[in-house]
Every structure is written in C-alpha cells, then in structure tokens.
C-alpha cells in the first residue's frame, strides 16, 4: 500500500514508579490514553522547568501577569477502593524591579476509607532587584501536613538576596534572612519564635542538549531545622530521546517519635518520540 507524504508523531513517556496499570488493559481504550497524556505533560514540565528562561537577566520574570493552575482526580472501586486529589497554581506579576509570586498546592489521597495523605500549602515571594546582582526579598509561607511531624509550618521573612553568577550557560542565586516561624506539631503543641531562612538557585547548562538544577532551602529555629534539597540533572540525548534524573532530600533535625529524620525521592523520566 502506497503512503502519503504524512508524518505522524507520538510520545511515550515511562515514568520510575509511576502507578502500575490494571490487568487486561487493552492498549488504545480511553483511560490508558488519558492516562499516558497525564504521564507525558507531568514529564514534559519536569523536563522544561529547569531551562526556564526567565532565570537570566536581571528580572527573574516576564512582564506583566502570567499564571497556571491545575486540578486532578482519579479514584477506583472493586477490589481496592482509592481516591486522588490535588490541584496547583502559581500567580506571578513583573513590573519593573519588581517580581511577585503567589503559589498554592494541595494533596489528598485515601486508601480503602484510610487517609494517608493531607497536605496543603500557601506561598508569597516578592524581590526587588537594585542592581542586575543584588535585591532584597520577602517572604510568606504556610504548610500545612497531617502526616509530618510539623502539622503546621508558617513563616515570614525578608532579607537580601545576590546573583553571584548570571550568563547564559550559568546562573547562581542565593538570599538569606530573618524572620517569624510559627509551628504547630501532630500533638497540637505550638510555638512562635525568630527564625531564618537559606535558599540557593543553581543552574548550570553542560551544553544545549543538558543541564543540572539543584535547589536548596534551609529553614531553622529552635524547634528544629529543615532542609531541602532537589538536585535534577536533565539530559537532550537527540531531537526525538530525552530524559531526566531528579534526587529530592527532606531533613527533619528533630522527628517526632516514630517518625524518621529523612525523606528521598528519586525520580527517573524518559520521552521518546518519533
């Protein structure tokens, strides 16, 4: 049979741990498809958050308004009942020297009438640059968890902040400061008190076709430290194969009982297309 002059493109993207599908699915059915689509537009966001252009230069955002926000459900009856929540948005507005960011989240997930997991949290950053280097910056968060040792985690804080390096094929960022953290653990045992916070951007483009990003925040006070850390290593390998390596640490200096220190996530994507 004679083709036509015709290109037809698709992507399969495999995901490290993503959910396993039902036995007996029939490739082509309407559910594997949507779900395949929701693997590859999680995977595509991963791949392209990190090259972002807007960490060159000396606004960290466009200008004017721009702005996303999502919400997903999946559930299951039979032999195992399930239910998935989550939704996630981000404001953000430029003007000038000035950047504002607000961005929420939010993650419900049950299993078989049981909870497992109970996370919301609400985020507001503003910078204002003086110099292609130097800004100062504010910050308000609040995280709420059900199943961390802090069920609540709230803090302000403003300081200065330095772009150490910023080129093209390299960009550095780091802001520290003071502020207020109030906490609230799972026994409803609360407290305010100073405390300061840490945060470095690094960037770093191996060549066109791959990057490193590694993201560190350190939050600390008398209660406890909290650091995060979320290293990815992207790679372009040819115009149809890419993929990428993520390691993501949470330490907790101090636990409640039974409850451990650290938390990892390593995360493995591949897309291919032809």
Known sequence: MQTRNTLAASVLALLMAAPVFAQGAIVGIEDLDDRID??????????????????????????????SASLGFSGTTGNTDTADLDFAGRLRYGNGPWNHTLGFAGEFSEDNDVRNKEEIFLTYDVNRYFTEQFYLF??????????????????????????VINTPTQTWRIQAGPGVRYIEDQLRNDSTEVAGIAASRYYFAFSGNAFLTMDTDVLFSDEDTVVTNDLGVNFKMTDRLATRVSYRTEWDSDPLPGLKSTDNKLGVSLVYGF
Not at 39 to 62: C, H, K, M, P, W
Not at 139 to 145: A, H, K, Q, T, W
């Open 38 to 67: 929701d693997i590859q537009e999680d995977v595509g966001d991963e791949l392209a958050e990190g090259s972002d252009r807007d960490r060159f230069g000396t606004n960290q955002y466009a200008q004017g308004w721009t702005g």
């Open 138 to 163: 504010g910050l308000g968060s609040v995280r709420y968890d059900n199943f961390d040792s802090n069920r609540l985690d709230g803090f302000i804080g403003v300081g200065p902040g330095y772009r």
